[in-house]
């Protein structure tokens, strides 16, 4: 009997979707919700962590033939950053890590906003789930197991999202005109630098709202469409390189290369497209509650929200950056295999939206001039930073993916190196010494009347 | 009665717009209308009777039907005076 008991109690802990449901059932119990709330909203976390892995089959299904292909036709590892498709390969075996990670970092920023002078409550669902599911893995790979994984997570989860949104925050009174809204979106460090370099470049540079644009360009905000095409593209180039004899013989079992790599691109779309139901649905309950509990315990708190808040100020600045990026990518693509490292393919998600964040980000301080080099450097940094995480990440280091905007990799790689010079150890020490340096420092009489810990230039 | 918030990818933006969509409604006090998010590429016109969206992808809506295209998804008293006028001309308030 206690056997058969202790099984069902492993079994539901060690099944990411069973644990994400129960999270979100006791959630809802606690918020009071009817019956019929409480059964929808349990079922759809359920189901939405199950599409997930089924979208992230779909992905390694089109991702494996093109990193062949790659491979034979240049004799190199090519990788194209997805986040989706990374995170969904991590959930198969870091699922319930990642899930408790989840829960406990959303508190503990929470917590932190409460007591340090990092005021943001970072609001973008998804990107709280895949910084969870990265420090899951950098955790577990530095050594760390069961409830000291989890607690160092939550804390390092909880601090990652309160003071990346104040790295953004002069830039952001500056683009909104008020000091109401934070930034949460994990690529903050590429915005950060677009910034600054608009700062540096953009003497006397118009805006780029200043700018007539074609409309028919409109488009490619709809980003299904942007990555079946990208891929597509990326997927021929490759296809023509590694040539119709290797394609047909070795992976399409005998389909004409061509057809098979326009169905391939458009495939890794679709898995996308999947995932992004997956996660929808499995937010659907928590971030609701997350913010109606943070608006209770936290007095003057920000909300930090996804990259589009920005899109409205500066619509053109939007397009241009998306492009300057993925040029920077394409450019450090170029040099990448120059050097001979692993090459990082630009993958048009990442772009689209830190680029285009990264435009607005260098209008508002430098106008034309700014918003194209400052997101140009945005892709050269989204195309550099991966190659230096992708070590720290354990056996996900070899798949044809990994994650794709700058502060996962900043973060990846500091935890990451940390962990070699000093063990599990270590990265405890450096998470916990943080934590309390923040609350430290919110302790300190305030001097100033802004809330941010760190003023670039504002 | 349904309205629905589209972004462009349907995960952060139209989901805040879904949360102070509902806020303005429970603050203008009307019950019985069922609000969701959506991404662009999702959204068709069954999918509800009013959709509401930012006005940097309002250029892509227009197959949608009747959108309301507000200037910021954080403006609470942008959305509320936009949802007031439309709600009104339906009759649903007075």
């Given at each position: 009997?206690?056997?058969?008991?202790?099984?069902?109690?492993?079994?539901?802990?060690?099944?990411?979707?069973?644990?994400?449901?129960?999270?979100?059932?006791?959630?809802?119990?606690?918020?009071?919700k009817?019956?019929?709330?409480?059964?929808?909203?349990?079922?759809?976390?359920?189901?939405?962590?199950?599409?997930?892995?089924?979208?992230?089959?779909i992905?390694?299904?089109?991702?494996?033939?093109?990193?062949?292909?790659?491979?034979?036709?240049?004799?190199?590892?090519?990788?194209?950053?997805?986040?989706?498709?990374?995170?969904?390969?991590?959930?198969?075996?870091?699922?319930?890590?990642?899930?408790?990670i989840?829960?406990?970092?959303?508190?503990?920023?929470?917590?932190?906003?409460?007591?340090?002078?990092?005021?943001?409550?970072?609001?973008?669902?998804?990107?709280?789930?895949?910084?969870?599911?990265?420090l899951?893995?950098?955790?577990?790979?530095?050594?760390?197991?069961?409830?000291?994984?989890?607690?160092?997570?939550?804390?390092?989860?909880?601090?990652?999202?309160a003071?990346?949104?104040?790295?953004?925050?002069?830039?952001?009174?500056?683009?909104?005109?008020?000091?109401?809204?934070?930034?949460?979106?994990?690529?903050?460090?590429?915005?950060a630098?677009?910034?600054?370099v608009?700062?540096?470049?953009?003497?006397?540079?118009?805006?780029?709202?200043?700018?007539?644009?074609?409309?028919?360009?409109?488009?490619?905000?709809?980003?299904?469409?942007t990555?079946?095409?990208?891929?597509?593209v990326?997927?021929?180039?490759?296809?023509?390189?590694?040539?119709?004899?290797?394609?047909?013989?070795?992976?399409?079992?005998?389909?004409?290369?061509?057809?098979?790599?326009?169905?391939?691109?458009?495939?890794?779309a679709?898995?996308?497209?999947?995932?992004?139901?997956?996660?929808?649905?499995?937010?659907?309950?928590?971030?609701?509650?997350?913010?109606?509990?943070?608006?209770?315990?936290?007095?003057n708190?920000?909300p930090?929200?996804?990259?589009?808040v920005?899109?409205?100020?500066?619509?053109?600045?939007?397009?241009?950056?998306?492009?300057?990026?993925?040029?920077?990518?394409?450019?450090?693509?170029?040099?990448?295999g120059?050097?001979?490292?692993?090459?990082?393919?630009?993958?048009?998600?990442?772009?689209?939206?830190?680029?285009?964040?990264?435009?607005?980000?260098?209008n508002?301080?430098?106008?034309?001039?700014?918003?194209?080099?400052?997101?140009?450097?945005?892709?050269?940094?989204?195309?550099?930073?991966?190659?230096f995480?992708?070590p720290?990440?354990?056996?996900?280091?070899?798949?044809?993916?990994?994650f794709?905007?700058?502060?996962?990799?900043?973060?990846?790689?500091?935890?990451?190196?940390?962990?070699?010079m000093?063990?599990?150890?270590?990265?405890?020490?450096?998470?916990?010494g943080?934590?309390?340096?923040?609350?430290?420092?919110?302790?300190?009489?305030?001097?100033?009347?802004?809330?941010?810990?760190?003023?670039?230039?504002? | 009665?349904?309205?629905?918030?589209?972004?462009?990818?349907?995960?952060?933006?139209?989901?805040?717009?879904?949360?102070?969509?509902?806020?303005?409604?429970?603050?203008?006090?009307?019950?019985?209308?069922?609000?969701?998010?959506?991404?662009?590429?999702?959204?068709?016109?069954?999918?509800?009777d009013?959709?509401?969206?930012?006005?940097?992808?309002?250029?892509?809506?227009?197959?949608?039907?009747?959108?309301?295209?507000?200037?910021?998804?954080?403006?609470?008293?942008?959305?509320?005076?936009?949802?007031?006028e439309?709600?009104?001309?339906?009759?649903?308030?007075?």
């Open positions: 009997m206690v056997e058969r008991f202790l099984k069902l109690v492993i079994d539901i802990l060690s099944t990411p979707a069973v644990l994400v449901a129960l999270i979100s059932l006791v959630g809802l119990i606690i918020l009071k009817p019956l019929s709330e409480i059964i929808k909203g349990t079922t759809k976390t359920f189901l939405g962590f199950l599409v997930i892995s089924a979208g992230a089959n992905i390694v299904g089109s991702l494996d033939p093109f990193g062949q292909m790659f491979q034979h036709a240049f004799n190199v590892n090519g990788v194209v950053p997805n986040n989706e498709a990374i995170v969904a390969m991590a959930l198969t075996e870091y699922g319930s890590t990642t899930a408790f989840m829960f406990f970092g959303m508190l503990a920023n929470i917590l932190i906003a409460r007591f340090t002078r990092l005021k943001f409550i970072f609001l973008t669902g998804h990107h709280t789930l895949y910084m969870a599911c990265m899951a893995v950098i955790l577990a790979v530095s050594g760390l197991k069961g409830v000291p994984l989890i607690i160092v997570g939550s804390l390092a989860l909880g601090l990652i999202m003071a990346f949104p104040a790295i953004c925050q002069p830039f952001m009174r500056k683009i909104t005109g008020n000091d109401n809204v934070g930034f949460g979106h994990f690529s903050s460090l590429g915005y630098l677009s910034g600054v608009g700062k540096v470049v953009g003497k006397g540079s118009r805006s780029t709202e200043d700018i007539k644009f074609p409309k028919g360009l409109g488009f490619l905000r709809d980003s299904s469409v990555i079946s095409l990208t891929m597509v990326l997927y021929v180039i490759i296809a023509l390189f590694a040539g119709p004899a290797y394609v047909e013989g070795e992976l399409s079992g005998g389909t004409h290369y061509i057809v098979f790599s326009i169905i391939q691109g458009v495939t890794f679709a898995g996308v497209f999947v995932i992004l139901t997956g996660v929808r649905l499995v937010l659907a309950e928590i971030v609701p509650a997350f913010k109606g509990i943070s608006t209770k315990l936290v007095p708190s920000k930090a929200l996804d990259c589009p920005v899109f409205p100020y500066a619509p053109n600045a939007v397009l241009i950056g998306f492009f300057c990026s993925f040029l920077g990518g394409i450019v450090g693509m170029v040099a990448l120059l050097a001979g490292a692993v090459i990082i393919l630009p993958g048009v998600v990442p772009h689209f939206f830190t680029g285009a964040t990264a435009g607005v980000f260098g508002a301080t430098g106008g034309v001039r700014g918003a194209t080099i400052g997101a140009f450097a945005n892709g050269l940094l989204i195309t550099f930073l991966p190659v995480l992708m720290v990440l354990g056996d996900l280091g070899f798949a044809s993916t990994t794709s905007d700058a502060d996962f990799a900043a973060s990846g790689i500091v935890l990451g190196q940390v962990a070699k000093f063990g599990a150890a270590g990265v405890t020490v450096t998470v916990v943080l934590v309390v340096l923040a609350v430290v420092f919110g302790l300190f009489k305030r001097n100033k009347k802004t809330n941010d810990s760190n003023q670039i230039g504002a | 009665m349904k309205i629905l918030a589209v972004c462009g990818s349907g995960l952060g933006s139209s989901f805040m717009l879904e949360m102070n969509v509902q806020q303005v409604l429970a603050e203008l006090g009307i019950t019985g209308i069922e609000v969701s998010h959506s991404d662009l590429s999702s959204a068709t016109p069954d999918d509800a009013l959709f509401i969206a930012a006005k940097d992808i309002a250029d892509g809506m227009h197959h949608l039907g009747e959108v309301i295209v507000i200037d910021s998804i954080i403006d609470m008293d942008g959305i509320k005076a936009k949802l007031q439309v709600l009104q001309q339906k009759g649903i308030i007075s």
